[in-house]
């Protein structure tokens, strides 16, 4: 029996990520395209097909199968369909991945189905509470005196639930659990030859492979990072309402003449990209 | 049961494929696409954080504007335009009954179209930004910004295996479709249908990912024989790969409306 942990070289890594933004990348697009159906306020749809980065995370190198399939999401789902949400995305990204790499982590065994079962729930439950959770914090940080509004916090608070409900009982179950319990274990020992490792056992897969000291800290740093923007907006940090000292020593007039200049500076800026727009076409016919 | 039958021709595979193809390779020319994507990227972060902690009325509303006329100037898809503004309105609307029904007035949608004007910018922002952006130039950008060149080949390479991977996706479940037998009756709902479809869709990933997987060996040896991953960390390999971008005296002249427009709407509402 091998008792050497599994080893992962350069390109393995870069074998796995490849295989797992495709493949969950393509999937996503059908997820996008998919139409959702209204049941009242309850709006069915299906989230994403969760359980193609989770078999590959139970399969193979949990942080690579799960940074290739947020990858793959963003290239796929978002970019080329031309609806990428910029910034917004960055933050599925991170909580997706934490949820997937949690997921691949539990399963020491793939042959065990109760092991994949328990993965399958943990990774796309967790993935789903801390997503509600920014959910909420955003409109919290968004909307001004949010206290102040009644009603607005039950709201927020029913709506976000309801969408968690039926996201964890429709995705959770149909496309999470059910077919990671139909292809993990058939999938084990067949596609990790095809990459040139070995498969997972418990004598070869550690935990602390994984999670080393270097992935802590990025973790830490990042989630310090998505603390203090929440932090920056509670302490009513707010740029519109910025007003200078030299607006009540020289009164509106300065400013009127500030926003004169600005409309002079456009107007020629805009001269000039029309000329400029004008040459280029000549350069192009 | 009309729509059920346009239902299925909507989705059916080959429409899919194509719509998905005709979405992901075409970018329409338009002022945007001749900028620097560096330029754009740096003028994209501004408009993607600080609506956030903007409150001010005429500030959001002016940004708004800008917003809309930069979309109008970069031509982007109607589709995508619906899909954003029936996810804004259809926001309100619920947590508007909602509130009702709680008890409370509809005071409420006062802070929530606020924050749906503030989300429109963000959001415009970004269509604008990314529906005209070339991806390979996108790709090479974020090389220069120092973003690992694992994502930005992921980019190219998505965009190259697309068409290969519908394709084969397609065989399998037609394939599936050929050895299995479909149910007779539709059940109430469509739900033998449904369930039907829905364990192909499963099944058919099982061949599917074999396939990637050995695809995805022969593109990464293909990869390491080319020197990617020893490339790929050269300051030098990079250098000469991203020469080509740019920027030119009209990315500048770009940034510059941009400030004097920002400048503009925050002394009008220093002002009212």
């Keep these: 029996m091998l008792k050497k942990p599994a080893t992962f070289t350069q390109s393995q890594k870069m074998m796995i990520f490849i295989l797992s933004m495709s493949l969950y990348g393509l999937s996503n697009m059908f997820t996008e395209l998919i139409p959702s159906v209204q049941l009242g306020p309850i709006e069915l749809q299906i989230d994403c097909f969760a359980f193609i980065p989770l078999a590959l995370c139970m399969l193979f190198h949990p942080f690579y199968a799960a940074i290739g399939a947020a990858t793959g999401e963003i290239i796929f789902g978002e970019l080329m369909l031309g609806q990428f949400g910029g910034i917004g995305e960055i933050e599925k990204f991170i909580l997706f991945s934490i949820g997937m790499i949690v997921g691949g982590l539990v399963v020491r065994n793939p042959k065990k189905k109760a092991q994949v079962a328990l993965g399958a729930i943990l990774g796309y439950g967790l993935f789903l509470v801390l997503s509600t959770i920014v959910d909420i914090l955003k409109i919290v940080i968004g909307v001004e005196e949010f206290e102040a509004v009644p009603g607005l916090a039950e709201s927020i608070f029913i709506v976000e639930g309801v969408e968690f409900l039926t996201d964890f009982l429709l995705t959770g179950t149909l496309f999470t659990v059910l077919p990671a319990l139909y292809l993990v274990p058939r999938l084990y020992g067949k596609v990790e030859p095809l990459l040139g490792l070995k498969p997972r056992t418990a004598a070869n897969f550690r935990v602390s492979d994984v999670i080393t000291l270097k992935f802590i800290s990025v973790s830490a740093l990042l989630s310090l990072g998505a603390l203090g923007i929440a932090l920056l907006s509670e302490l009513d940090f707010n740029l519109g309402s910025w007003e200078p000292e030299f607006v009540d020593t020289y009164g509106n007039g300065v400013i009127w003449g500030v926003i004169g200049v600005a409309i002079l500076c456009v107007c020629i800026t805009l001269w000039l990209m029309m000329k400029k727009g004008k040459e280029n076409s000549h350069d192009l016919s | ?272």
């Design chain 2, 1 to 272: 049961m009309e729509w059920v039958k346009k239902l299925e021709n909507k989705l059916s595979l080959e429409y899919i494929k194509q719509e998905l193809l005709r979405t992901a390779f075409s970018t329409e020319k338009s002022f945007f696409t001749q900028l620097d994507p560096r330029i754009l990227l740096a003028w994209y972060s501004y408009f993607a954080i600080v609506p956030w902690f903007i409150y001010e009325h005429v500030t959001l509303v002016g940004y708004l504007l800008f917003m809309i006329l930069l979309t109008i100037i970069a031509r982007v898809s109607p589709l995508i335009l619906t899909v954003l503004s029936i996810g804004l309105a259809g926001e309100i609307l619920l947590l508007g009954f909602i509130a009702l029904f709680f008890g409370g007035d509809l005071s409420i949608v006062a802070p929530m179209f606020w924050l749906s004007i503030k989300l429109a910018v963000i959001s415009l922002a970004s269509v604008t930004v990314f529906s005209s952006i070339n991806p390979e130039k996108f790709s090479d950008a974020l090389l220069r910004f120092g973003v690992p060149a694992q994502f930005s080949f992921s980019v190219a390479y998505a965009y190259r295996i697309l068409p290969t991977l519908l394709e084969e996706f397609q065989q399998i479940i037609l394939s599936y479709r050929l050895r299995g037998l479909a149910p007779s009756k539709n059940g109430v709902l469509y739900f033998r249908k449904i369930y039907y479809y829905i364990m192909i869709l499963i099944k058919s990933f099982y061949p599917l990912i074999l396939n990637s997987a050995k695809r995805s060996r022969t593109t990464v040896e293909a990869l390491e024989i080319k020197g990617f991953s020893y490339a790929a960390k050269d300051k030098r390999v990079l250098k000469m790969k991203t020469s080509y971008l740019q920027t030119s005296q009209m990315d500048w002249l770009f940034l510059l409306l941009t400030v004097c427009y920002v400048v503009i709407v925050h002394g009008l509402q220093l002002i009212f």
